[in-house]
């Protein structure tokens, strides 16, 4: 039987690393998109069934260069996970426009783009989007000004992706992740903002890169084949006690 098809943006470490290695690990083929070169390769060497595309999602001439070369190596698309992302943490009067521009830019420009370059190969083989926001989009936190208002705008462009795709059998879901021990998180994480996560997770702690692909996996794979512009909180109850 023709294996099935995942792109992954952002998979040359963190969450886009760990869900490369689950669908492999499920028999799915994987498209390994980043715009990290030597992260990208070091990733992809030795995982048999995955293939490095090196694009920054943020920019459209790559996208649309990248897709093709995507579709050449594997024949089609079933589905793609929007999951490259960066932060950056910042008072708004701190926050110019040149970096609020460059959080958007990645964060809700890249899953616009990658969503309307793979759209016809997605259709094609009635495929599943599934766009990676954050606990940052479903609640307003200080610092978060550009990152958590870009990953509220995931949220919804996934709504809306699900109202208008579903009628050619494409699903579109969000997996909104509570923090995870990965580049991206270290970066902007103080000791206060862990120390803060720890006492407001009811299960008291990080969670792992694997722990949110799961859902990711699940939620590209027949087995939720009726479950479409749902916002799925992978964040050790979090969410539920605000
Ligand atoms: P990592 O920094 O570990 O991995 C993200 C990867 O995406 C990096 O290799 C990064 O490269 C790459 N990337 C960034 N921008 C682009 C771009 N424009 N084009 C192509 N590749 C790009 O991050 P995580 O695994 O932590 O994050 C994955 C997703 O999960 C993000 O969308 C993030 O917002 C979200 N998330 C993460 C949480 C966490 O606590 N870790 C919590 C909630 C949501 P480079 O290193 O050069 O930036």
């Known amino acids: 039987m023709q294996k099935k098809t995942a792109i992954v943006t952002g998979a040359a470490r963190g969450i886009g690393l760990a869900t490369t290695r689950l669908f492999l690990n499920e028999g799915w083929q994987v498209a390994m998109i980043d715009r990290d070169a030597p992260a990208l390769e070091d990733a992809a ?52 426009f040149a970096r609020w521009r460059r959080v958007m830019e990645t964060n809700l420009d ?32 200080t ?14 462009l996934t709504k809306q992706q699900a109202a208008e795709l579903g009628e050619f059998g494409v699903r579109a879901n969000c997996v909104c992740p509570g923090p995870v021990r ?41 087995r939720a084949s009726y479950v479409s512009g749902q916002v799925i909180a992978v964040d050790g109850g979090f969410e539920s006690t605000g």
């Open 45 to 96: 060497s030795g995982l048999d069934g995955a293939l490095p595309f090196l694009c920054d999602v943020s920019q459209p001439d790559q996208v649309d260069a990248t897709l093709p070369r995507i579709i050449d190596a594997f024949g089609g698309v079933d589905a793609l996970v929007n999951n490259a992302g960066i932060a950056d943490f910042g008072p708004i009067a701190e926050t110019d």
């Open 110 to 141: 890249g899953v616009f783009l990658m969503s309307q370059a793979a759209l016809g190969p997605l259709c094609a083989r009635r495929g599943a989007i599934v766009n990676i926001a954050s606990i940052s989009g479903l609640r307003a936190s």
């Open 143 to 156: 610092l978060r000004v550009a990152y958590g208002t870009s990953k509220a705008a995931v949220i919804q």
């Open 182 to 222: 990965t580049k991206l998180a270290m970066a902007v994480h103080s000791q206060e903002i862990i120390d803060a996560y720890h006492d407001a997770i009811p299960l008291n702690r990080y969670g792992s890169e694997t722990e949110i692909a799961e859902v990711i996996v699940f939620l590209c794979s027949g």
